[in-house]
């Protein structure tokens, strides 16, 4: 079935220190993929988002792109901050089962250290 | 402009006791949505609803009544609550549109625990 996976936890780095959070999926035709941002004590955020293959999208200092071919988009980051702090969702959407369904990975936690 | 309210933030019920948990949107958005979010499970679809007056099962429905009270409001009703039902509950409205622009906006969750 459709589903999402993406790097255990909790992931911890230094400021300044690069960032990759893994995310693969699966998934019947051409969804839509996002990551989705929680901070502590607060609802998710969409972060970034891509709709069709070879697109990056980007905010925040953050990027990804959907690779079709690898069924991937892994969220990147240059040079973190302690502020970049929270859990990491990455989802799918696809229509199925007669409604347009998000379908989320497991979650993954950053903590960033001064 | 708030975005998407919920309450409350918190909530203990013991076993058998019933609550309903509230949201609202601001955004004029159609449809809107509950989820579930366990540890290490990610966020479920509880209920939907694609529209004012419709509500549609998602992937966890059983334990769970909503209802669509008008366009701003949607409310999850827990009859019966177990253990099981313990659980941090999220409220998504969505924005319909293009592809591009198509995207949920979720509130601050209420945290539930059922004893």
């Known amino acids: 079935g459709d589903s999402v996976t993406q790097m255990e936890g909790p992931v911890t780095l230094s400021e300044e220190a690069c960032l990759t959070i893994?995310?693969?999926?699966?998934?019947?035709?051409?969804?839509?993929l996002f990551w989705y941002v929680q901070y502590p004590g607060e609802g998710l955020q969409l972060l970034l988002k891509?709709?069709?293959?070879?697109d990056k999208g980007s905010n925040k200092g953050f990027e990804a792109t959907y690779r079709k071919e690898t069924t991937s988009f892994h969220l990147e980051k240059g040079s973190v901050q302690v502020s970049d702090s929270a859990v990491y969702f990455c989802?799918?959407?696809?229509?199925?089962?007669?409604?347009?369904?998000?379908?989320f990975g497991a979650g993954t936690r950053l903590a960033v250290h001064p | 402009n708030a975005g998407v309210t919920q309450t409350p933030k918190f909530q203990v019920l013991k076993t058998g006791q019933s609550m309903t948990l509230q949201c609202a949107q601001d955004?004029?958005?159609?449809?809107m949505y509950w989820y579930r979010q366990d540890p290490g499970m990610g966020l479920r679809l509880i209920y939907y609803?694609?529209?004012?007056?419709?509500?549609d099962k998602g992937e966890v429905p059983n334990g769970y009544n909503v209802s669509r009270l008008n366009k701003r409001e949607f409310s999850l009703r827990l009859e019966s609550a177990a253990p099981s039902q313990t659980s941090v509950y999220f409220c998504?409205?969505?924005?319909?549109?293009?592809?591009?622009?198509?995207?949920?906006?979720f509130g601050p969750g209420t945290r539930l625990t059922v004893l």
């Open positions: 998504a409205s969505r924005l319909r549109g293009r592809e591009s622009t198509d995207t949920q906006y």
């Open positions: 893994n995310c693969t999926y699966t998934a019947t035709g051409y969804p839509s």
């Open positions: 891509a709709t069709k293959a070879d």
């Open positions: 989802a799918l959407r696809l229509f199925s089962g007669g409604y347009n369904k998000l379908i």
């Open positions: 955004m004029n958005h159609n449809s």
């Open positions: 609803s694609a529209s004012e007056g419709t509500t």
